[in-house]
């Protein structure tokens, strides 16, 4: 990788906003989804679902449902492959269960019918005989020695002896000496702080349309994040050659996380097989809050030691996390972001991934981050008010910077906290007045973002365009941000260039749209990709002016010669080049192949303003300001909406978004009505300042800027409300009655 | 189950379809009529995904059957734009940036529609309270709110 080849300023195309590639067909209703597809002979799937939180399954009877007119085919687990491990076992088990259900909404069977209507009456028709088990929902209640035992043998080696078979894995990691760093201090909070499971709540249920033939070929259309994914997973799940599905993306609508892997599509194959016939199947939005997503909820005690000078001394933490029915809550990430932020002397984090009777967790923004950070910034701010330090100015004394052992290991590089910390101080937000039942919070976030394995092709048109082909979907206008960084390295207008997304078929394996990884791996990759075709367009050059390849440079978008011995020759442009390269040496492209590792962290720091009403206890959120190391920002208002969009999230998950079970297990609101996500007059103008602190390991210095946003906006919210309000409130999500609960508590205590 | 036989018109076109009693005005819409433009998000009203006008009156086609279209005029994202001149809102959607994903877009755009039509001069407050059953997941509707009051000036400004 010509990393040295680093450019950090003087860009023409990267910084400017223009019009996205696909807003036309994205105002005009014409963008293909995940559920616009359809396909000739087409049947439509519907689920069985389970309506216990957790149940043997004893019979599953669909006579009565294939009598139906029009049903032509139903799948069971019978119809999977069988003997698969590890993950794949989970995955399977998750798709549709095997001898157990194992949660509200799991999966048991599915139907295939001529109409999306008889299909739902067919599979209301298949009889299941469940025997009922005692459930457990609730993390701390899952540890417990008399709560049921989900699966006995889902833990690792891990777990201490001794532990309940709930508690799956164990982590634990740490240095220096704590218990000198709390002697030291003038001041010690130790807390308790709680968070619930919250759902992606993409706007779009997932949807598929898949064909396999006998011959063990297929097709599939699909919203994903990522469709190499879902092409191994689906090919392991049915017992197929990976190489013998195509998988094609969609347009998605939205995903942050939750559309990284699969529950529908290997469902929808095994009715194609079993029918013979395209099958179509789409979620409702009840079957994606039961049965898809969420995020994990969390139980964490907090103990951080500070000077009075505001010198943090000593920090611990032990982190519960419950991901559903298996494996793979993302305990490893909340313990690793928790207290990444500052620079500690003694440091010691305890994780445990439990299982509970809930959906099996799916990655959400910053996947962990969140709850660790509620928890961090949460306890950190209960320092600064007994201290009586300014929150920015403490944190500003503790923060990471290049250099700094991090709490989990490793020194950072280049890191932007700093600024960012610095940028809200001087924001005027941190000076506005603030009236009665008002309160400011103040609160720094941390995602480490990813790299990935990443695959694209460029290649040169013959009028001296530019085609980029990537494998990561476009979610929040990636493509645009492709194109300005091709059109940067090749100069050509950025109108120039179309950037698409290919199939499974056309590129090799590409990671998905996650980690905050497609502007840096995809976009690293497409910058790599434009200079090799670079290289091409020089060669060809050079020969037709008789010299040396070296003796050529590439200057807005032209071959010109350079150099003491290359001679004088007017520059050739890149449309001049590529009229002829089909007799100078054929097609010119240029293809790039990594799995890039020098995504650069991004730190944010986020000032939020809001009222709560002591009558009612709802909170208003009055004024908010993200502050985030972008590195580069591509396309700025992509940038600031990533902002925008995740900390809009961390405010629903702050006040107002829950999975709420019964006591019979079942989930209580699986409607939007009811899973209440902000709406338009819940909130302000949600203002953004971009820092750019490059990072060292992208050409033009990106740093993946998508997840950071969600994790400040909970403990900044949770720090406000302590201000408004007068109260404390460390479980979220901080709903009207338990604000109230707690200055009642506290007008009665 | 027989069949009921709908005569209707969607942006500007007669169209026929035959449908389920209980099939709503979405599933027709995409099923039967292959306009695709609304979305389903959630089905139960909830979400503005579907938002398309019944005779001018901005509806859930989610909650409305099929069947009930007979005889009336809908308007779907299909139709805002004037053949190849986008509607204002469409044009300002884009430059402002105000959809990621875009899948609350169509929705967001008829309905911002309805609401310039009855309100050329909204407030911030007027259009974040019309606007509060259209979610939108991904953008926290910052730039949604400033497009539309944009394209409502302008809108203004060349009446
Ligand atoms: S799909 Fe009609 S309101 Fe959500
Ligand atoms: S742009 Fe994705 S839901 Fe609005």
Redesign the interface.
């Known amino acids: 990788m010509a990393l040295d080849d680093r450019k950090t300023d003087g860009f023409k195309y990267i910084g400017t906003?223009p019009?996205?590639p696909?807003?036309?067909d994205?105002?005009?209703?014409?963008?293909?989804?995940g559920?616009?597809a359809s396909a000739s002979g087409m049947l439509h799937g519907a689920i069985v679902r389970s309506p216990h939180a957790h149940a043997r399954i004893l019979k599953i009877d669909a006579t009565r449902a294939l009598a139906l007119t029009g049903v032509k085919a139903v799948v069971t687990r019978a119809d999977f492959a069988t003997g698969l491990t590890g993950e794949d076992a989970d995955l399977l088990e998750n798709v549709i269960a095997g001898e157990k259900a194992l949660y509200d909404g799991h999966a048991i069977a599915a139907v295939a019918a001529t109409s999306?209507?008889i299909a739902r009456d067919a599979a209301k028709l298949v009889e299941v005989t469940y025997e009922p088990l005692p459930h457990v929902t609730d993390v701390d209640a899952a540890m417990q020695p008399d709560a049921p035992i989900i699966r006995a043998d889902a833990a690792d080696d891990s777990v201490p002896e001794g532990m309940h078979p709930n508690v799956v894995r164990y982590m634990e990691f740490g240095r220096g000496d704590l218990e000198a760093g709390f002697a030291e201090a003038d001041a010690i909070v130790e807390q308790t702080y709680k968070t619930e499971a919250t759902h992606?709540?993409?706007?779009?249920?997932h949807a598929c349309l898949a064909q396999l033939g006998a011959d063990g070929r297929g097709e599939l259309w699909c919203c994903t994040q990522g469709h190499w994914f879902v092409r191994r997973m689906c090919t392991a799940l049915l017992g197929l050659e990976t190489s013998q599905l195509r998988v094609t993306p969609s347009?998605?609508?939205?995903?942050?996380g939750g559309k990284t892997t699969v529950f529908i599509d290997p469902i929808a194959l095994a009715l194609s097989r079993k029918a013979s016939r395209p099958v179509k199947l789409?979620m409702?939005?009840s079957e994606v809050l039961r049965a898809t997503g969420p995020t994990a909820s969390a139980s964490m005690d907090i103990k951080i030691g500070m000077k009075r000078d505001g010198t943090i001394t000593a920090a611990s933490g032990v982190f519960r996390l419950q991901g559903g029915a298996f494996p793979g809550a993302p305990t490893a990430e909340t313990m690793q972001c928790a207290f990444a932020c500052y620079e500690i002397p003694a440091v010691h984090e305890v994780g445990y991934d439990v299982i509970a009777n809930r959906p099996k967790q799916a990655a959400y923004r910053a996947p962990g981050a969140p709850m660790g950070a509620f928890a961090v910034e949460s306890a950190l701010d209960e320092l600064c008010r007994e201290l009586d330090l300014d929150p920015i100015e403490m944190r500003l004394k503790n923060a990471s910077r290049e250099g700094t052992r991090s709490s989990f290991g490793p020194r950072f590089p280049r890191v932007g906290l700093v600024e960012t910390l610095e940028a809200a101080k001087a924001h005027p937000h941190y000076a506005a007045p603030l009236g009665p039942n008002q309160g400011r919070g103040v609160a720094c976030g941390y995602w480490m973002n990813w790299g990935g394995e990443t695959s694209v092709s460029l290649a040169i048109s013959e009028d001296g365009t530019a085609q980029v082909t990537v494998g990561t979907p476009d979610?929040?206008?990636s493509r645009a941000s492709m194109a300005l960084m091709a059109a940067e390295a090749l100069g050509i207008p950025y109108e120039n260039v179309r950037c698409n997304i290919a199939d499974t078929g056309s590129l090799g394996i590409n990671e998905p749209t996650h980690g905050s990884r497609a502007t840096y791996a995809s976009g690293l990759a497409t910058i790599e990709s434009a200079r090799q075709a670079i290289g091409k367009l020089c060669e060809r050059a050079a020969d037709k002016w008789g010299i040396d390849a070296e003796a050529v440079i590439w200057e807005d978008g032209c071959a010109k010669p350079s150099g003491p011995n290359a001679g004088e020759f007017p520059p050739l442009t890149i449309a001049e080049i590529a009229a002829e390269m089909g007799s100078t040496g054929g097609p010119i492209s240029g293809h790039h192949e990594a799995t890039p590792n020098g995504h650069g962290g991004s730190f944010g720091t986020h000032l939020v303003d809001l009222e709560v009403d002591p009558e009612t206890g709802r909170t208003t959120i009055l004024r908010y300001t993200v502050v985030q190391d972008a590195g580069k920002a591509i396309?700025p208002?992509?940038v600031?909406?990533?902002f925008?969009?995740?900390?809009?999230?961390g405010i629903g998950w702050a006040l107002n978004e829950e999975y709420i079970y019964g006591q019979d297990g079942r989930l209580q609101n699986p409607?939007?009505?009811d899973y209440r996500?902000?709406?338009?007059?819940?909130?302000p103008?949600?203002d953004t300042v971009i820092v750019e602190v490059p990072n060292p390991g992208h050409p033009y210095g990106v740093r993946g800027v998508g997840e950071t946003g969600i994790t400040p906006p909970l403990p900044a919210v949770a720090n406000a409300v302590a201000t408004a309000a007068g109260v404390r409130l460390r479980h979220l999500p901080m709903t009207p009655p338990r604000i109230l609960a707690a200055l009642e508590q506290k007008a009665g205590g | 189950m027989s069949r009921i036989h709908v005569t209707t018109t969607v942006n500007g076109d007669e169209v026929e379809y035959l449908c389920e009693p209980r099939e709503t005005l979405l599933d027709c819409l995409r099923d039967h009529v292959g306009l695709t433009g609304a979305k389903e998000g959630c089905g139960t009203g909830d979400c503005g995904a579907c938002s398309v006008t019944l005779d001018g009156r901005l509806v859930c086609s989610c909650l409305v059957l099929g069947a009930e279209a007979e005889g009336k005029k809908v308007e779907t994202i299909e139709g805002l734009a004037d053949g190849d001149t986008l509607h204002p809102l469409q044009r300002k959607f884009i430059e402002h940036a105000a959809l990621q994903c875009g899948i609350c877009t169509p929705g967001i755009l008829i309905a911002a529609k309805a609401l310039l039509e009855k309100t050329p001069d909204p407030t911030e407050t007027e259009v974040r309270y019309w606007l509060a059953g259209n979610l939108c997941r991904c953008t926290g509707y910052d730039k949604i709110i400033r497009a539309v009051m944009d394209a409502a000036a302008e809108m203004r400004e060349a009446s």
């Not at chain 1, 992606?200 to 249920?205: A, D, S, T």
């Not at chain 1, 925008?644 to 999230?649: D, E, F, K, R, S």
């Not at chain 1, 996500?677 to 909130?683: C, G, K, Q």
């Open positions: 906003r019009n996205r696909d807003g036309l994205k105002v005009t209703g014409k963008a293909r989804f559920a616009d999306a209507l992606q709540g993409y706007i779009e249920p347009e998605i609508g939205g995903g942050f789409v409702s939005r979610i929040g206008g396309h208002a992509y600031e909406g990533q925008q969009g995740g900390a809009v999230q409607i939007f009505l996500v902000p709406v338009a007059s819940d909130l103008m949600i």
